[in-house]
């Protein structure tokens, strides 16, 4: 079933864009057969249950964070993460820097932005990213690197909404790269997208699509 569905998915995904597998709430089994079909890339929103399916799962799996992440809980993904995608804050950023430190490595990190009209959704606007890279302190950091910019759509029906908020994240995107990254080959993801709208997003250009519910099935949160 799985392995079905991530075959079916990839098959509609050109060969630059990676696929993350989002399998948050779902049972360490599940990943494992995510893992057999030849998947290595996974999302997870809870910094705790992210460790703990690391700890027991194989190590060349890619760990993406994709969730709200908090800054005292950093630390429980700080030694493994290849990708936080969340960053909302230079508050948070730093806390990421701190325990990129103690953990001797450079954390890759997304600016989380704020595409969707639902109020509920997190990330920044562009003055407020500006404000962050344009800091004295983001500037100061060694154990952090800014690799592009993430985003949410609205949960609508209405997929020309949708694309045009994909739009406008690539723009940023493209703002953020000329003013600030020029020649930085690091700085060169869009994440964007998931189970109803990834090829929407692909078409915008994401270079990353997360994709749960599709490949898993639905989630059971009660
Ligand atoms: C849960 C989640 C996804 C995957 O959503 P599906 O609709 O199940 O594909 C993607 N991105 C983020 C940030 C999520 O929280």
Request: glycine share 6%; with cysteine.
């Amino acid at each position: 079933m799985v392995k079905e569905n991530i075959l079916k998915i990839l098959s509609t995904v050109p060969s630059n864009v990676r696929l993350i597998a989002v399998s948050k709430t779902k049972p360490v089994e599940m990943l494992q057969e995510a893992y057999d079909a030849g998947q290595r890339l996974f999302g997870e929103n809870k910094a705790l249950e992210m460790r703990d399916k690391h700890a027991v799962l194989p190590t060349d799996i890619e760990w993406h964070f994709i969730g709200h992440l908090q800054t005292n809980k950093v630390k429980y993904i700080a030694p493994f993460v290849s990708l936080i995608h969340s960053i909302d804050s230079l508050q948070l950023l730093s806390a990421v820097e701190k325990e990129g430190k103690k953990n001797g490595r450079v954390i890759d990190c997304l600016l989380q932005f704020h595409i969707a009209s639902e109020e509920t959704k997190f990330g920044l606007d562009i003055d407020e990213a500006r404000h962050l890279l344009e800091s004295e302190e983001f500037k100061s950091m060694c154990n952090v690197r800014i690799c592009g910019v993430m985003g949410m759509a609205t949960n609508t029906d209405n997929m020309d909404k949708v694309r045009s908020e994909f739009a406008n994240l690539k723009n940023i995107f493209t703002l953020l790269k000329n003013d600030y990254f020029k020649g930085q080959d690091c700085f060169r993801e869009i994440s964007m997208g998931m189970s109803h709208d990834y090829r929407i997003a692909i078409e915008e250009g994401a270079t990353l699509v997360r994709v749960g519910s599709s490949i898993f099935g639905a989630r059971n949160y009660a």
